[in-house]
């Protein structure tokens, strides 16, 4: 599920299905284009925290939302620009604190999925 059960972000997403559905929007992509619309609507906030973090954060996230939740991995070491292990943990250690990062039962992930997306989206441009 895209909100893993989230109370808050499943909340923001079934606001705007059901806002979506109200407007006769296609039920088949009701989930899908609620998602970009909630991803759109806070673009501008995203763009804002994005740049408020620095570089070693910025490849932490990025690596994160490409599906590498143990960033200690080599293959995410390799695609950092072998950034070292401490490095990446002080990173995610700042990005925990500050709200940014959870710790799962897989590893480390982005807490707002649709921030992770957001992520995604803005590196395939």
Same mark, same amino acid.
């Given at each position: 599920m895209f909100t893993d059960g989230h109370p808050y972000y499943t909340q923001q997403? =079934? +606001?705007? *299905?059901w806002n979506n559905l109200n407007q006769k929007v296609n039920k #088949? +992509? =009701?989930v899908k284009n609620a998602i970009e619309e909630t991803i759109?609507?806070?673009?501008?906030?995203?763009?804002?925290?994005w740049n408020t973090f620095n570089k070693t954060d910025k490849k932490t996230i990025i690596g994160l939302s490409q599906g590498n939740h143990l960033p200690f991995s080599q293959t995410v070491l390799n695609k950092n !620009?072998? *950034? =070292?292990? &401490?490095? #990446? @943990? &002080?990173?995610l250690k700042r990005l925990?604190? !500050?709200g940014y990062v959870i710790k799962t !039962?897989?590893? +480390?992930?982005?807490?707002?999925? @649709? @921030?992770n997306s957001w992520t995604i989206k803005r590196r395939e441009l």
């Open positions: 997403l =079934a +606001y705007t *299905v #088949i +992509y =009701a759109q609507t806070h673009d501008l906030d995203y763009e804002r925290l !620009n072998s *950034v =070292a292990t &401490s490095t #990446i @943990f &002080s990173s925990m604190q !500050n !039962n897989k590893g +480390y992930e982005v807490d707002d999925p @649709f @921030f």
